[in-house]
């Protein structure tokens, strides 16, 4: 049949986020009051200094293709920002500016991966990264983060070394889990990578949403040989509240950005000129913005911890980044409500979507079971009101299941 699918259509799985998202659109088109927790973008507005930069481009006629890995001027200012903040020093032609940090992750991955090659990636994880690995031909391996804090496991990763080993792909401040990977574990990961002799793609988007004594650190700033095996990359989503923006970059060494770039030339060309041109105001324009909204993340989170915590049978652990709590609902499992039984974390967050109206992202999506992912990146006043509806939800299943 010449009208048949592509076969690496068989491989790629649609976004599980943006399913709950379609449900909940449905659901809030049908008049329901919804509080949604499941989306991972800040709810703030992109800084008015970086709009303006962006007018003046529009205004300047700046609308003209750019050169594919991006305009001189950003690139430079990418390079400042990785040397003063992340301690790696990387020439303007080691760094590709992508449309978000998911098409340098997407670049990357085609760039170093041959059918057959194994990614490590520690989970709980984000959802995109097996579907990326699987689309680039190679294979997913597992290992799993530390149990009970989310921390870096070293030792579950080096188990999960082969001679196929290709990468691996770390994330911190982390998404599920909220975890910011301490100096000392990436000081070991990295001797692993260079012992073993494997690429680390750091995905840093969460940088700068660090909590309490949490501090980041890049692994690309450990050694001479590290920098040659790390693709750093980052963006403008998180950090300036600029998701739509579309606009991100990729760090490392010149032979893996040539060929990021070369994949970019062929299938998009370069970023927008005008989201170049904003993101270079907000690297060199003021700062204020992102510590005013990293403060303000803070104070939910600790609010949410503690509310979490205080609702019989879940377990939250301590966040140190990003605007995610990850916890465990195992207690709940299995328990009977409304005559169905609630066999796994999506039914648990199915229920609390049908019941409690709010919408939260299972476990199993971050390839953890058991758990659920709730964004704090929604007004204090949401959050409140959100969790005296989880509150009385689960109160329900208690009482019915008998906890
Ligand atoms: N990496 C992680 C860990 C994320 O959570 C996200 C977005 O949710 C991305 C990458 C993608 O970010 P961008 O908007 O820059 O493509």
Same mark, same amino acid.
């Given at each position: ?5 592509? =076969? ?6 649609? +976004?599980?986020?943006? *399913? ?52 001189? =001027? /950003? ?38 991966? #041959? ?25 997913? &391996? ?9 921390? /870096? ?14 990468? &691996?792909?770390?994330? +911190? ?12 574990? /990436?000081?070991?990961?990295? =001797?692993? *990578? ?14 700068? /949403? ?26 403008? #989503? ?20 040539? +060929? ?21 105001? *907000? ?38 980044? *990003? ?24 039914? &648990? ?31 204090? =006043? ?22």
């Amino acid at each position: 049949m010449a009208t048949t699918l592509a =076969e690496r259509m068989n491989i790629l799985q649609g +976004s599980a986020s943006a *399913a709950v998202m379609a449900r909940v659109t449905e659901m809030k088109r049908q008049g329901a009051d919804i509080i949604g927790l499941n989306v991972g973008e800040p709810d703030f507005a992109t800084p008015d200094h970086i709009k303006a930069a962006a007018e003046k481009a529009i205004e300047d006629n700046y609308t003209k293709y750019t050169p594919a890995a991006g305009i001189m =001027e /950003l690139r430079e200012a990418i390079a400042d920002k990785l040397k003063n903040e992340n301690n790696i020093e990387y020439s303007a032609g080691e760094i590709a500016v992508s449309s978000g940090a998911k098409q340098a992750l997407f670049s990357a991955l085609m760039a170093i991966v #041959s059918p057959g090659d194994e990614v490590i990636i520690p989970t709980p994880c984000y959802v995109s990264y097996p579907e990326m690995v699987r689309f680039a031909g190679g294979t997913p &391996v597992y290992a799993l983060l530390d149990q009970e804090k989310y921390s /870096l496991d070293v030792k579950e990763i080096e188990k999960a070394v082969t001679p196929r080993t290709k990468a &691996v792909i770390i994330c +911190s401040p982390n998404n599920p889990t909220g975890t910011v990977f301490d100096e000392k574990s /990436l000081r070991a990961l990295a =001797e692993l *990578a260079v012992k073993y002799d494997f690429f680390v793609i750091a995905d840093e988007v969460y940088e700068k /949403l660090v909590y309490g004594d949490a501090k980041h650190f890049s692994i690309g700033s450990v050694s001479p040989e590290m920098r040659e095996r790390t693709i750093t990359v980052n963006s403008f #989503s998180k950090t300036y509240a600029m998701t739509g923006w579309r606009i991100g970059y990729a760090a490392a060494r010149e032979d893996v950005i040539k +060929s990021i770039v070369k994949i970019m030339s062929q299938v998009t060309s370069a970023v927008n000129s005008v989201s170049q041109k904003a993101a270079v105001e *907000a690297l060199r324009g003021p700062q204020d913005n992102v510590a005013v909204m990293a403060a303000e993340f803070e104070k939910r989170m600790k609010y949410t911890v503690e509310r979490l915590n205080a609702m019989p049978g879940i377990t939250c652990p301590e966040i140190q980044g *990003a605007f995610y709590t990850f916890f465990d609902v195992t207690p709940y499992i299995g328990k009977e409500v409304d005559g169905r039984v609630l066999e796994n974390d999506s039914d &648990v967050c199915r229920y609390l979507l049908d019941e409690g109206k709010i919408a939260l992202m299972p476990g199993s999506d971050y390839m953890q079971k058991n758990r659920l992912r709730m964004s704090y990146a929604t007004s204090m =006043e949401n959050i409140k009101e959100a969790m005296d509806r989880m509150e009385k939800a689960l109160s329900r299943i208690r009482d019915i299941g008998k906890m």
